[in-house]
């Protein structure tokens, strides 16, 4: 019997560890191949680290919440997001292994353009994949909350990858409200139609009541059908996420928007010498939409609407006028992309033994200062 893909390896001894790729929400990403395989991205958190900020959690719930990310990218199906090749659970770490993506990610893709900003068609490529991605999953009830250059990689063919789950969230299915026959009515509805309709009722048929959705059930805004959590990276983070009062998938709706702004101007549109600053901003400021206005400009507007009530959906942004001309359905068959990586540059040599342990621990330790800051600016 064969061994399954997510089995491939068992330990660190099994891996050839390549380089340091770079950092993740709370992991260390490198490069790394087994004999007679590809290249793989291995993610490793420290299990040791995470235990001293989770203080009066025990060992198996942090363990739980790490491997929370194995378990959604088990769940994936999907030509732009990762496949599962497999995972490393020691007392010290956890390790979790992806496909690797030569191209880099979108946010070094875009620093090496002009002026660091994409051309109208490029802008239009990547955006559609990236909603084709978050559609799918929204599909399985999970708000991404991490959208950004850093988090899009490009694959071999081209096209995009999201990666770093790891702030992900799955929220409660809504229910899924089914009309009622013509000839019912809800039991909110019935005193209010008795007495309109009671002088008459025993003379002739009750007027016929429309098809009714129950809307006690869709009028109610239960916390289960949103997250509370505070989290997110600085500039990227949504209005209703910074406030608390509960977001859902229109939060990832806002980091395209910003995404888009990126691409489109260079920079970003809220930016402050402090986080405190940015976060001001990004609940009180207009993003500074200058030049023409395009329909990317239009579609940058919706997506940043303070308020998530108002901001333009999936629907609305699939058949927006930027989007015009775009088959979603035959989207991923293109064959080339605006940028397809050399692979040939790609060279796995013998290299220097990797301490991994020791390597994360350092990294760990170098952010605690400025995780200490932000989460300080958060509670402000």
């Given at each position: 019997?064969?061994?399954?893909?997510?089995?491939?390896?068992?330990?660190?001894?099994?891996?050839?560890?390549?380089?340091?790729?770079?950092?993740?929400?709370?992991?260390?990403v490198f490069l790394v191949k087994l004999p007679r395989s590809r290249p793989l991205a291995l993610k490793v958190i420290s299990r040791e680290e995470l235990m001293k900020k989770k203080n009066g959690k025990s060992k198996e719930l942090v363990l739980r919440q790490v491997l929370l990310e194995r378990d959604f990218l088990k769940m994936f199906d999907h030509p732009l997001l990762p496949k599962f090749r497999g995972e490393i659970v020691t007392d010290v770490i956890v390790g979790l292994a992806i496909d690797y993506c030569?191209?880099?990610?979108?946010?070094?893709?875009?620093?090496?353009?002009?002026?660091?900003?994409?051309?109208?068609?490029?802008i239009r490529f990547y955006a559609a994949e990236i909603v084709l991605a978050v559609e799918y999953l929204h599909g399985l009830n999970i708000v991404y909350r991490d959208l950004k250059p850093d988090n899009i990689m490009i694959q071999e063919n081209g096209h995009v990858m999201i990666v770093d789950f790891d702030i992900c969230t799955k929220l409660s299915p809504k229910p899924v409200l089914v009309p009622q026959p013509a000839n019912t009515v809800t039991t909110t509805d019935r005193k209010t139609l008795r007495q309109k309709y009671l002088p008459v009722s025993r003379y002739c048929k009750p007027v016929p009541i429309q098809p009714v959705?129950?809307?006690?059930?869709e009028s109610v805004k239960t916390d289960k059908f949103k997250s509370m959590s505070m989290v997110g990276t600085e500039h990227y983070i949504s209005p209703e996420i910074l406030l608390r009062k509960g977001h859902d998938y229109s939060?990832?709706?806002?980091?395209?928007?910003?995404?888009?702004?990126?691409?489109?101007?260079?920079?970003?549109?809220f930016s402050g010498n402090t986080p405190k600053e940015t976060f001001d901003q990004i609940l009180k400021k207009e993003p500074n939409l200058?030049?023409?206005?395009?329909?990317?400009?239009d579609l940058i507007a919706k997506l940043l609407k303070k308020d998530p009530l108002e901001r333009i959906t999936l629907e609305g942004i699939?058949?927006?006028?930027?989007?015009?001309?775009?088959?979603?359905?035959?989207?991923?068959?293109?064959?080339?992309?605006?940028?397809?990586?050399?692979?040939?540059n790609i060279i796995m040599e013998e290299t220097e033994k990797i301490d991994v342990v020791s390597f994360v621990r350092e990294?760990?330790?170098?952010?605690?200062m400025e995780d200490i800051e932000i989460g300080k600016t958060s509670k402000e």
């Open positions: 019997m064969g061994m399954k893909e997510e089995e491939l390896f068992s330990s660190l001894e099994d891996l050839q560890v390549q380089s340091f790729l770079g950092r993740g929400t709370k992991g260390v030569p191209g880099g990610d979108l946010r070094t893709l875009l620093e090496r353009q002009t002026e660091k900003m994409f051309s109208y068609n490029k959705f129950n809307n006690i059930i939060a990832d709706w806002w980091g395209l928007g910003i995404m888009l702004y990126e691409m489109l101007y260079g920079k970003h549109p200058v030049g023409d206005q395009t329909a990317l400009v699939k058949s927006h006028r930027f989007f015009e001309g775009v088959d979603w359905k035959t989207i991923l068959d293109i064959s080339r992309p605006p940028y397809i990586p050399n692979c040939a990294c760990y330790l170098a952010d605690a």
